[in-house]
């Protein structure tokens, strides 16, 4: 498990070197550039699929009411070939998340990082934004 | 038989596969790649060749960036693609719409060239026909090449088409793909978002230089989007132990359903005539 959570880390470079290369061209009509978001939530799904990978969390605010929000990631098998495996995220993990907000202003966002919060990892950094798109 | 070299370059690299991820046969070694002593690939090594003396082209290739994706014309001079009014309005539209009517954001194949510059693809090379396939993030495409002497077609007389209908010859140790028959208004780049015509005519020119190394010259010829035809080299890198990968579109309607989008004007047909 060590191994593995070595690897998806040393992907982060990759994914960062990369940059653009968890490009989609709907993002600006999907999102919202000079709107951040941050959220810290538990999973409640990871939906493994093209073009993007989508996971869920559920985040509680201060005054108890739960919302559930969806973040986009890069593609599956960009992730893979970064060394994340379906189960470097699961369902009951808490993450802070950062990103960018859809424009129709529903609970969902775009992902430009991630943390494990338990063990203080960052497990990736995979964002479908593409620089000039 | 495998000498003991070989053999224990092939346990090495096998000893260094677990631990990563175990999908599908994404570090699975692939086979008749030659390998340094501590195991890896070695990929200044010579070229293959088939049984009838050809280079042998196949295997999972990539540009591994995405900088001719985003501009095909990347480190061209200022007047070597020089826009027809037809594709300069076509292409201000775009870029005034940043992008949002580019097909591949609905899942629609990426044309040629565009479509080897995105991701990996695998060369699968036999004497009359050569197969491009295409792993691509919105469903996996195949390119069917002849090499068994059919002649191209007219393409004003067949139904235009995403990746077009191709032919191959071999010049020389370079294998030349003439390709017409394409829609009208494709996507040459992404963010460039260079438009081609039905009159496109794409020339790619796959040079292997060695084991690991391929060059791959471009020529968009197309007289209703490009005053003259302009032409560019992109390096490819072989992709050894690893495997394509399936990637279908099951996911678009979880994400289009937060699309925020004004209705993309039509943007304006070629000019008709001129067709090959």
């Known amino acids: 498990m060590r191994m593995r959570f070595a690897v ?46 989508l996971f869920y969390i559920d985040v509680t605010d201060e005054s108890g009411k739960v ?13 893979m070939r970064a060394g994340w495996t379906r189960t470097s995220m699961k369902v009951g993990d808490v993450v802070t998340v950062e ?33 000039g798109q | 038989m495998r000498s003991p070299r070989t053999a224990l370059a092939t346990i090495t690299a096998l000893l260094l596969l677990p631990g990563l991820a175990g999908a599908q046969w994404l570090n699975y070694p692939t086979p008749g790649t030659p390998r340094l002593p501590d195991g890896k690939p070695n990929l200044l090594a010579p070229a293959p060749r088939t049984s009838d003396g050809r280079p042998d082209l196949s295997g999972i290739w990539s540009v591994g960036n995405l900088d001719y994706f985003q501009d095909l014309a990347k480190g061209l001079k200022p007047g070597d693609i020089q ?17 949002v009517d580019d097909p591949y954001g609905y899942c629609l194949p990426l044309g040629v060239p565009r479509i080897d510059m995105r991701s990996e693809f695998k060369i699968v090379q036999t004497p009359l026909l050569t197969a491009f396939l295409h792993e691509t993030y919105v469903g996996m495409t195949f390119r069917q090449v002849f090499t068994d002497g059919r ?41 460039e978002a260079y438009p081609n015509s039905d009159a496109l005519h794409v020339i790619e020119r796959f040079r292997r230089t060695d084991f690991g190394h391929m ?23 072989f992709q050894p132990d690893t495997e394509l990968l399936e990637a279908f579109c099951d996911n678009q309607p979880a994400l289009v359903q937060h699309w925020v989008t004004e209705p993309p004007p039509a943007e304006p047909p ?7």
Not at chain 1, 18 to 46: C, I, Q
Not at chain 2, 155 to 167: C, F, I, M, Q
Not at chain 2, 215 to 237: E, G, M, Q, S
């Open chain 2, 215 to 237: 060059d791959l010259t471009v020529t968009i010829d197309d007289p209703k989007a490009y005053v003259k035809p302009w032409t560019n080299r992109i390096p490819l890198r």
């Open chain 2, 151 to 191: 002649p191209m077609l007219k393409a004003s007389d067949n139904e235009p088409t995403w990746l077009g209908y191709s032919v191959g010859r071999w010049d020389g140790d370079t294998f030349v793909v003439d390709t017409t028959g394409f829609r009208d208004g494709g996507w040459l780049s992404a963010r």
């Open chain 2, 83 to 99: 826009l027809t009014p037809w594709a300069a309005a076509v292409r201000k539209q775009r870029l005034d719409r940043d992008h």
């Open chain 1, 8 to 53: 998806v880390v040393a992907g982060i470079g990759v994914l960062l070197a990369a940059g653009a290369a968890s490009a989609h061209h709907s993002y600006s009509a999907e999102f919202a550039a000079n709107k951040p978001v941050k959220l810290t939530g538990v999973v409640t799904r990871v939906d493994w699929k093209n073009p993007h990978a």
């Open chain 1, 67 to 79: 919302a559930n929000w969806g973040w986009e990631l890069a593609s599956p098998n960009q992730l």
């Open chain 1, 99 to 131: 990103g960018t907000l859809a424009r129709d202003g529903s609970n969902h966002a775009n992902t430009r990082a991630v943390l494990l919060t338990g063990t203080g990892k960052r497990l990736f950094a995979a964002s479908s934004q593409e620089q």
């Open chain 2, 270 to 276: 070629s000019p008709r005539g001129g067709d090959r």
